[in-house]
């Protein structure tokens, strides 16, 4: 977890979250793409940014109370959620205490009271690894697979993909998991570089996870130490994804989606067209230079 900036003490508490959830999902359901969509659902609900109806809608999270409510079922003191609530908002934000306070975080009683924002990126390997936004992502994914593959009845989220059709496309596939990730941020024109590897470093490690039937932190570490042993790893399982095991097809499918408007695109675009067209190639740039193994610098 010193990717994302985390002490010893912070990491011990999230590993031990994950592995009480992992530890129920295995009683509680049949399958890996729910056991991935619960864990992970839990957890991004207790972020500020993704307890909200559209991400409910998306990924099939419960109500920050209800996690709450599954976290103390399976042991978590009330200490440690309110230790947990601070941890997976401050990596996430720049969250000031008011605000934290004004969301029901009790972040003066909490046993990381003095940590920031700013603490835990200064510490972190990688600056613009984003926990939270990976797993919400990670949560989405796996919910729409469940649906599809266990043919589980989910009206919001059908809605959700339809709303992600392509235009024009008879509502025949749905491109929810890019317009989640990478292509709804370029489409929205709101977009970081730390947005953009969280979204490449979401699909990978959910990925993984389904390859490799693991849902557990160990996967996000074996993937962390083979980005920090070849930089280029980032950009080549991506595409390699995208291109069902073929990184040069996987470059055009790429370069296909983002171009692909979509009832959701137009609806979440914020700036004009040009804005746009910036934004794809910002993206396409950004990628292509990981892969190539160049440097890029990223505009402010």
């Excluded at 959830?21 to 991935?36: H, S």
């Excluded at 992970?40 to 109500?63: E, H």
């Excluded at 908002?89 to 940590?115: C, V």
Aim: charged share 25%.
């Amino acid at each position: 977890m010193d990717q994302y900036g985390y002490t010893k003490e912070e990491a011990e508490l999230i590993v031990k979250t994950i592995d009480l959830l992992n530890t129920y999902c295995e009683c509680a359901f049949d399958n890996k793409y729910a056991r991935i969509a619960f864990t992970y659902g839990v957890l991004s609900s207790l972020c500020i940014n993704y307890d909200a109806k559209r991400w409910r809608l998306t990924t099939g999270q419960p109500f920050e109370s209800v996690s709450i409510f599954y976290l103390r079922m399976l042991g978590l003191s009330e200490q440690e959620v309110t230790d947990l609530q601070v941890l997976l908002n401050l990596q996430h934000a720049d969250f000031t205490y008011d605000k934290l306070r004004e969301e029901g975080i009790d972040i003066d009683n909490s046993s990381f009271k003095d940590e920031t924002y700013t603490k835990i990126k200064e510490r972190a390997k990688d600056k613009n690894n984003d926990f939270a936004h990976s797993i919400v992502q990670i949560a989405a994914f796996a919910h729409g697979d469940n649906m599809y593959e266990e043919h589980i009845i989910d009206l919001g989220r059908w809605a959700v993909d339809l709303f992600n059709s392509p235009i024009n496309s008879n509502f025949s596939f749905s491109y929810t998991d890019f317009e989640i990730s990478f292509k709804g941020d370029i489409d929205s024109g709101r977009y970081s570089e730390s947005d953009f590897q969280s979204d490449i470093d979401a699909i990978n490690i959910y990925h993984r996870m389904v390859e490799n039937d693991d849902i557990g932190l160990d996967v996000f570490s074996e993937y962390y130490s083979d980005v920090e042993n070849d930089s280029k790893q980032r950009a080549i399982e991506f595409f390699e994804i995208m291109g069902n095991g073929y990184a040069d097809i996987g470059i055009l499918n790429t370069a296909e989606v983002i171009e692909k408007e979509t009832y959701g695109s137009e609806y979440i675009q914020q700036g004009n067209d040009t804005d746009v067209e910036k934004a794809k190639s910002i993206f396409i740039q950004w990628i292509l230079s990981i892969y190539e193994g160049v440097d890029y610098e990223f505009p402010n």
